[in-house]
């Protein structure tokens, strides 16, 4: 809520989310969320940059390092949706043929947004099974982290995840929980997707494995989610979404859910009763 942002007393920084505190303590611009004045393009009505030469290596680049390490630290869910999409290893997709896809796994599509997104009109498109996706591409300097959205986060941490029916149903009652929540609620919901969407980890044969796509498209996140360094918690959407977090640095804490169909289920239990926003 950049609006809003401006009538606060400096300082007081209570009630924003972590990007809007972010954005107003002169962090990266685009983590500042953008408030939309029109439909955002959705599936083939999305016409595609022309990226240079130099933004294409940057997605070979990226696409081949996530793919040597993620086999075996991925989930099978991640695995299956990344190969579903198809994602060319040598170029940037188009968002209009990735959304062909998801429509055809989970009827989801994709919208093209110019950048983060403010809280509502990213709530309101989960709501309605659309995935708003940037398309452009992180900085060469940014290889390793951006904490900023760009499409090799989008579209390579977040999509595979879509063509997962569960996870997909539950995007999509996160979506219409978080338009009714407000105040704290609000802010509840917003960490509890940090700890899920972003950031969470599912029980795999016995042993913790990523699906978060903050993790999943971060070289770093990848080796550190799994390693000695991070506390990981159970499933348990209330302390998740008390749970702070910030978005510069390695995370130190992480929570596992048991299957997907558990997330889906804990979350629907959870905003639908304590919180009775379903
Ligand atoms: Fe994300």
């Known amino acids: 809520m950049t609006d809003s942002g401006a009538t606060l007393a400096e300082g007081d920084f209570s009630g924003l ?3 809007e505190r972010a954005g107003l303590e002169g962090k990266d611009p685009r983590c500042i969320p953008i408030k939309i004045d029109a439909p955002l393009p959705v599936g083939e009505a999305i016409v595609a940059p022309e990226y240079s030469k130099a933004e294409h290596e940057i997605w070979a680049f990226l696409y081949k390092r996530q793919c040597e390490i993620l086999p075996g630290r991925a989930c099978r869910a991640y695995m299956q949706g990344l190969e579903a999409l198809q994602l ?3 170029r940037i997709p188009a968002l209009s043929e990735l959304s062909l896809t ?5 009827h989801w599509r994709v919208a093209r947004t110019p950048g983060l997104l403010h809280e509502q009109d990213f709530f309101e498109a989960l709501a309605n099974r659309l995935f708003p996706s940037t398309d452009y591409i992180r900085e060469q300097h940014e290889l390793d982290y ?17 063509t997962e029916p569960d996870f997909a149903d539950f995007y999509q009652r996160y979506g219409q929980a978080s338009l ?3 105040g704290a609620n609000r802010r509840k919901l917003e960490s ?3 700890f899920t969407v972003e950031f969470g980890l599912v029980q795999e044969d016995g042993e913790p ?3 978060g796509n903050g993790i999943v498209s971060s070289y770093q996140e990848t080796f550190h989610a799994l390693g000695h360094e991070v506390e990981v918690r159970p499933f348990d959407p209330e302390a998740m979404g008390a749970q702070s977090y910030e978005v510069w640095h390695l995370q130190p804490i992480l ?4 299957s997907f169909e558990a997330l889906k289920q804990g979350f629907e239990d959870w905003a639908g009763g304590q919180l009775g926003l379903l």
Do not use: N
């Open 255 to 258: 929570y596992v859910v048991d």
């Open 102 to 106: 998801l429509e055809k796994a989970t």
């Open 192 to 194: 509890f997707h940090w």
């Open 209 to 211: 494995r990523i699906y």
């Open 180 to 182: 009714r929540a407000t």
């Open 17 to 19: 989310s972590a990007y």
């Open 88 to 90: 060319p290893s040598d």
């Open 146 to 162: 951006t904490p900023a959205p760009d499409l090799f986060h989008d579209v390579f941490g977040h999509m595979p995840m879509i």
